[in-house]
């Protein structure tokens, strides 16, 4: 009988699937060639169709009628999950909308595949939720029931920072002690852990892994911090209003800087009451700026002018974020000092993290022999630079940055449900 499972790595920003053939793993293409997809989808308006990736944003972008979401990730275990959201005018669930998605990544793997897959280790972060012990168990169980319902029979979860440090492992010569640095679209996850290729087949890891931490903070932020300290300021936000000299409000500022919350900014109360303050602002001419976003629901496109320009600053110290989308031949230079000043609170929180790592596994910085950098964050520059202070004796290992979770929930699958797996399947649990 084929011995037959993958790992799926459902991310904030992108997420892949690996798939294990009887003990060959390889990534699956989950959009034409790529083997990861973004994680993203747009309801057409005309029939409400689904459509996923690359083809949902640029669906979006061109301004086709229907509605866009990212970062559905970040909803699991909040009360988001059971509120639902609009979705062309009908109320919608956001377990419906991200079953969408997750049965979409299934239904290819199963055709690479040429069967239904029933086995599946999920990833997930060290924390879906800070500080909040019930939100995060009830996140997992939401993700479980969703991973049920497109089809899975068998089910495990294993944190995100473990099983990138599974797909590294396997290009080892020697024992190393790393510290795995998971920098996603909405958490950062660490873990200290003793790899070696001579590991690959114990089915028990447990000795191994010295501790795991994890915090709510990732790419998504940086993008909000960046367009709260540069392009914010040219819509108008901390303005001021009437003759009392009030500050504008900063809600509406803040809900456009972050991908979860912009759809819900599109409402008639909100839009009046912008431009019931225009007539008041001091400054007409950005604040107006906010106004156009608003009446032409162009937040989506002012967030992804944002990203971009995070991504472009990873190789430049200047950048130009086009936003003619709001006027013609607009746009601000952005300078990547800038962006390290507007990130720096939250890179160093990341930091105390991987540090507060270190201290539970009771394992001093020296003592890291290698660093696994995972995760599209990480090559935000002075993410990296820090890394490289916290670090610098150990190797630096970047491969497969975007894809090496997957990878390494397939590489756990393997011994979960492999054929020759001495390890007890436990359908529900987290292996720390």
Known sequence: MTALSCGIDFGTSNSSVALNKDGHVSLVPVEQTHVTIPSAIFF???DNKPFYGRTAIHLFLDRQDGRFMRSLKRVLGTSLMKNGTV?????????T?????LKDLKDKADAVAGQEIENVVMGRPVHFVDNDPEADTR????????????GFKNIDFQFEPIAAAFAHEVNLTGEKLAIVVDLGGGTSDFTVIRLSNQFIHKPDRTSDILANTGVRIGGNDFDKELSLAAIMPELGYRTTYGPKQLEVPLKPYHDLAEWSKVNFLYTPKTIMQTRQLLHQ????????????????ETGHTLLAAAEGTKIALTAQEEHDAPLDFIES???????RTLFDEAIH????KIAASARQCLQEAGVKQHAIELVILTGGSTEVHSVKNEFKRLFPNATIAEENKLSSVGLGLAYDSQYKFGQHSTRPVE???VNV
């Open 44 to 46: 057409r308006r005309v």
């Open 87 to 95: 979705v062309n005018g009908a109320t919608m669930n956001f377990a």
């Open 97 to 101: 909308i991200i079953t969408s998605f």
């Open 139 to 150: 996140a997992q169980a939401e993700l479980k029931a969703i991973a049920q319902r497109i």
């Open 281 to 296: 602002s001091h400054d007409k001419k950005r604040y107006g700026r906010l106004l156009h976003v608003l009446e032409h």
């Open 329 to 335: 031949g607009f746009s601000i230079p952005v300078k």
């Open 345 to 348: 609170e939250e890179v160093q």
């Open 427 to 429: 359908t529900n649990s």
